[in-house]
């Protein structure tokens, strides 16, 4: 976990001989806290920063962010593998054998870890990981495949900051071993993903559609759909697949993709998926979060088909009496970090068993077989939850007394209040985000735009959805920054398409899209063009940004807002 | 329904020799424009206004809300039983017989009325009535009763512009039977209220508790529990009491109390009401809106037991057939205007029959039978939706493919743009309010309070609520207008009380009440008081007012702001 603190007071960073808390400006003039956390991903990009003090400000809000951080990766990566060199055993260190360092895993005998051929004590750093304690799983050995793995430590001050650690050189008979072990990349075999997506982050990948082709399709196409993983992209065999499902009183199921196709009825749903961190960009502008700096298309629609949970869930022995002790259904998926840990989420057990909740074992999205980004060959699809439940590469289903004990059901994807801090936050104190609030957004025209005095008017166009099945029932859109409004146009279809059916009430699992075209005021030379919407259980969204920022940027839903100047028409002579 | 319009161009009252839309300053120099409306009651008090044209905002804002035609109705009833003299046989008009009054019951025969002996052609007048042609009802006959039960007539502006219509006077002979048929006030057998009540209108009664009151106590005693009455309260012998069960297969079922109580196992919730109005007095500062003028206190919290409608359902022959063709379920209540129209509403029925939806038909209240202003002997509890489908007095439940037709299902409790007037507003456009939003409020201090510097701190009390079964999770205090924030402690009972256990997901039907105890900020002179609740889809409420007017004034949620001075201490010397 990261927190940006005051710059006069703190530095943590630094290797051991240099006090904690003393301000050491030419290296670490800010300092960034780090928590401990068990997390292995998360909706974050764990990011280390250590730059010049007249720039510090801007560096590190660029690099928090998931966007920064992988500007940074591109930017530093040229320049790390210059320094690779610090490896080099060229110093006048000590010697040691990789069975010395092997001895080291712990706090008490000492952390140490080698790459390309230096030896590292890192024991006071541990406390300070970003990435928490995990940093422990590579005491003893090579720190090359984690990084692989987390591609955010490929930078230079990562680079800068271990050299402050070194205290040896490998011996060159361990160095020889270690270079035979190849070190692959684990995101290698990703899928091709379609060039027009913004990356927010290469490894893991995440990434959104630009905001005018989202609202071009009321189903999104599979490409465009926003891509959000935590982990490399899992290779699943669709012959071998075995779903298995636990907890219940009949004992273990194991069910085939076959077996899931074949013994249970297919049931169809249009159901938009929303990641927590939508829109974190504008939180971003009031005060740094930590997070993937969303735009606000980490949103997309699909029709997914497959079993209902419900169904798979009778069949492995669910009945009433599992109500009296079971709450929860826990998902595992098969995409796993380097310590086998899966990613793992749960919903309430009353959501999985209802005959109106609507949740699927999905093997199909648009009537295609799943693509990879988007869990092939099964994932769960629940509708009206937060994307983060949604689990991809559905390995396991557990039925539970217990909620997912995952760092992603506990320790990540909950909300806080704007005066929660890293300092003060209690992450039990806060449920696990489940339902989403009420959510619109402007797609057309984009922030900045210009619109020409002899249109005459602007047409306005976006999306509108809300969780747990409640139905959008209004959009109202403002040209003057929230003093008049116009309704908009409400569809559920594609031009040309029939509207999908009014769905039953507590099951409005997709979104609308919606359009307004309204003069332009005589007056104005820029719109302030706010949207918002209102469901029908009558929620609104929030006026402004700020009372709703959180440590972690989940949650950003306030009234959508983007400027628009007007060009008046030129005088011809 | 009324709309206020600007001064300039509009009168709409006044005799029928004064031209429409001509200014007349001396009489009427502001209009209220009058649309139909098949309503009796609504959340509202209907208003006819005239007054001087000095006075003319500040008497229309007061006699428009409901406390203020309260207000008016105490202050002119004495001078109005003066001008009743308009009636007195003294005028050179006409002498009519009553069968030549009943002959002018229809716009094309004209409208005739009689009062006190007078004789009125209101044919003009029944597009501009407040309350729609329900005015007809009235026609060829004496308006006395239907005064008597509306009793927002009894106002001296009323009574000025009927005698603008006078025509002539009833026969003597006929003015003797009329006085022989003794006019009964419907309200007389309404019960005893608690003085401490605030009311909002006493015929029908609607009157809230004062708000320190409210969160003194996690149950609502129920002479506190905020009334609102849309009629007479009726007088219900529970010997003789009848349920009717209509609209399933197996036919009607009727069913006593006493069947009520021993067919079906009886259930007790927990569950707060709140009225579509709470809050509405903070809409009217931003623009007048028609309807009670409730302050923060058209809330309350108590414990319910009943049958649930479920279990009365399936014993009535409900089965999952009947979910292929039925989608509403309809309550009527046994409360009835004089044309016989009992209030009615309707909720989904898959609220109604779904086994977490815990909609009882009540005939407890915290553990006692149910008080006469709240429905006694039976009334429905649908936990989470708003107050209005809670219908009181129940005397029927009819299963239906349709919602109810009753005005305050179609044409009231139904939300709209803060761009859409009376003008331009299609209430089949919007739907029925049902689940209601996250909603809180400030009960301590109050506005206007003043705190000594030397308490060095203050500490702020207040409710918090959401409907559709959502938890509350949280609630922010600001002491700065929404700058910084504290998170408020949340409790489930009273003091000395064990807390309520933790309802189940989806299944919270019950406020919180909440309190911060927070230092004196050392600058301020002022405090700027503001509380936000989130619940469990992580809904907030909106900053402001004014971005959530709407013409009904209903699902008033900002931000509830109070505003406190700090006293300096006084220097001694």
């Given at each position: 976990?990261?927190l940006?603190?005051g710059?006069?007071?703190?530095?943590?960073?630094?290797?051991?001989?240099?006090?904690?808390?003393?301000?050491?400006?030419a290296?670490a003039?800010?300092?960034?806290?780090?928590?401990?956390s068990?997390g292995?991903?998360?909706?974050?990009?764990?990011?280390?920063?250590?730059?010049?003090?007249?720039?510090?400000?801007?560096g590190?809000?660029?690099l928090?962010?998931g966007t920064?951080a992988?500007?940074?990766?591109?930017?530093?990566?040229h320049?790390?593998e210059?320094v690779?060199?610090?490896?080099?055993?060229?110093?006048?260190?000590?010697i040691?054998s990789q069975?010395?360092?092997t001895?080291h895993?712990?706090l008490?005998d000492?952390?140490?870890?080698?790459?390309?051929?230096?030896?590292?004590?890192?024991t006071?750093?541990?406390?300070?990981?970003?990435g928490?304690?995990?940093?422990l799983l590579?005491?003893?050995?090579a720190?090359?495949?984690?990084?692989a793995l987390?591609?955010?430590?490929?930078?230079?001050h990562?680079?800068?900051?271990l050299s402050?650690?070194?205290?040896?050189?490998?011996?060159a008979?361990d160095r020889?071993k270690?270079?035979?072990?190849?070190?692959?990349?684990?995101y290698?075999?990703?899928?091709e993903?379609?060039?027009?997506?913004r990356i927010?982050?290469?490894?893991?990948?995440n990434?959104?559609?630009p905001?005018?082709i989202?609202s071009?399709?009321?189903?999104?196409?599979?490409?465009?759909?926003?891509k959000?993983n935590?982990?490399?992209?899992?290779?699943?065999?669709?012959?071998s697949?075995q779903?298995?499902?636990?907890?219940?009183p009949g004992?273990?199921?194991?069910?085939?993709?076959?077996?899931?196709?074949?013994?249970?009825?297919?049931?169809?749903?249009?159901?938009t998926?929303?990641c927590?961190?939508?829109?974190?960009?504008?939180?971003?502008?009031?005060?740094?979060?930590?997070?993937?700096?969303?735009?606000?298309a980490?949103?997309?629609?699909?029709t997914?088909?497959?079993?209902?949970?419900?169904?798979?869930l009778?069949?492995?022995?669910?009945?009433?009496?599992?109500a009296?002790?079971?709450?929860?259904?826990?998902?595992?998926?098969?995409d796993a970090?380097?310590t086998?840990?899966?990613?793992?989420?749960?919903?309430?057990?009353?959501k999985a068993?209802s005959?109106?909740?609507?949740?699927?074992?999905?093997?199909e999205?648009?009537?295609e077989?799943?693509?990879?980004?988007?869990?092939?060959p099964v994932?769960?699809?629940?509708p009206?939850?937060?994307?983060?439940?949604?689990?991809?590469?559905?390995?396991?289903?557990?039925?539970s007394?217990?909620?997912?004990?995952s760092?992603?059901?506990?320790?990540?994807?909950?909300?806080?209040?704007?005066g929660?801090?890293?300092d003060?936050?209690?992450f039990?104190?806060?449920?696990a985000i489940?339902?989403?609030?009420?959510?619109?957004?402007?797609?057309?025209?984009?922030?900045?735009?210009?619109?020409?005095?002899?249109e005459?008017?602007?047409t306005v166009?976006g999306y509108?959805?809300s969780?747990g099945?409640?139905?959008?029932v209004?959009?109202?859109?403002s040209?003057?920054?929230?003093?008049?409004w116009?309704?908009a146009?409400l569809r559920?279809?594609?031009?040309?398409q029939?509207?999908e059916p009014?769905?039953p009430?507590?099951?409005?699992?997709?979104?609308?899209?919606?359009?307004?075209?309204a003069?332009?005021?005589?007056?104005?030379?820029?719109?302030?063009?706010v949207c918002k919407a209102?469901?029908?259980?009558y929620?609104m969204?929030?006026?402004t940004?700020?009372?709703?920022?959180n440590?972690?940027g989940?949650?950003?839903?306030?009234?959508?807002?983007?400027?628009?100047t007007i060009?008046?028409?030129?005088?011809?002579e």
């Amino acid at each position: 976990m990261l927190l940006l603190r005051g710059c006069h007071s703190l530095t943590r960073f630094g290797p051991r001989s240099i006090q904690r808390h003393q301000v050491v400006p030419a290296v670490a003039p800010c300092a960034v806290r780090l928590c401990s956390s068990s997390g292995g991903g998360g909706d974050d990009q764990r990011s280390y920063q250590r730059s010049p003090s007249l720039t510090w400000t801007h560096g590190l809000a660029g690099l928090l962010a998931g966007t920064g951080a992988v500007l940074a990766y591109g930017l530093h990566q040229h320049k790390a593998e210059q320094v690779d060199t610090i490896g080099a055993q060229s110093s006048s260190l000590p010697i040691f054998s990789q069975e010395e360092v092997t001895k080291h895993r712990s706090l008490e005998d000492g952390v140490w870890v080698t790459y390309k051929g230096g030896v590292y004590d890192i024991t006071e750093f541990v406390a300070m990981h970003p990435g928490g304690d995990k940093i422990l799983l590579a005491a003893g050995g090579a720190i090359e495949p984690f990084w692989a793995l987390y591609a955010v430590h490929n930078q230079e001050h990562v680079l800068e900051m271990l050299s402050g650690y070194k205290v040896g050189e490998l011996s060159a008979e361990d160095r020889k071993k270690q270079q035979a072990v190849k070190s692959s990349d684990p995101y290698s075999s990703d899928p091709e993903r379609h060039p027009v997506l913004r990356i927010n982050s290469l490894k893991p990948f995440n990434a959104e559609p630009p905001p005018e082709i989202l609202s071009d399709s009321y189903i999104t196409p599979p490409a465009f759909f926003f891509k959000r993983n935590h982990l490399p992209v899992p290779q699943v065999d669709p012959a071998s697949y075995q779903l298995h499902v636990e907890g219940l009183p009949g004992g273990s199921l194991m069910l085939s993709l076959q077996d899931l196709k074949t013994r249970f009825p297919k049931y169809t749903v249009t159901a938009t998926l929303q990641c927590a961190g939508n829109r974190r960009s504008e939180m971003n502008k009031v005060k740094q979060v930590k997070g993937l700096n969303w735009g606000i298309a980490a949103i997309s629609n699909a029709t997914w088909s497959g079993a209902k949970l419900r169904d798979v869930l009778l069949a492995a022995g669910y009945g009433p009496n599992v109500a009296q002790w079971a709450q929860h259904v826990q998902f595992e998926g098969l995409d796993a970090d380097v310590t086998g840990t899966s990613y793992g989420a749960s919903i309430p057990l009353n959501k999985a068993v209802s005959e109106d909740g609507d949740v699927l074992l999905a093997y199909e999205m648009n009537g295609e077989e799943l693509p990879a980004d988007h869990g092939f060959p099964v994932r769960v699809v629940v509708p009206g939850t937060v994307g983060a439940r949604n689990v991809k590469w559905l390995g396991k289903i557990i039925v539970s007394a217990d909620e997912s004990g995952s760092h992603w059901q506990q320790n990540d994807y909950k909300g806080f209040s704007p005066g929660t801090d890293w300092d003060t936050v209690d992450f039990k104190s806060a449920p696990a985000i489940q339902e989403l609030p009420i959510q619109s957004a402007i797609t057309t025209p984009a922030d900045g735009a210009v619109v020409d005095r002899s249109e005459e008017e602007v047409t306005v166009k976006g999306y509108a959805w809300s969780g747990g099945g409640r139905e959008v029932v209004r959009v109202d859109v403002s040209l003057d920054g929230g003093k008049t409004w116009h309704v908009a146009r409400l569809r559920t279809n594609d031009k040309g398409q029939a509207a999908e059916p009014s769905p039953p009430p507590g099951r409005a699992w997709a979104w609308k899209l919606w359009e307004v075209t309204a003069p332009l005021p005589t007056e104005a030379q820029e719109l302030e063009i706010v949207c918002k919407a209102v469901d029908n259980s009558y929620n609104m969204q929030p006026d402004t940004v700020a009372p709703t920022w959180n440590l972690r940027g989940v949650l950003s839903n306030a009234w959508h807002r983007v400027k628009v100047t007007i060009r008046e028409d030129e005088e011809e002579e």
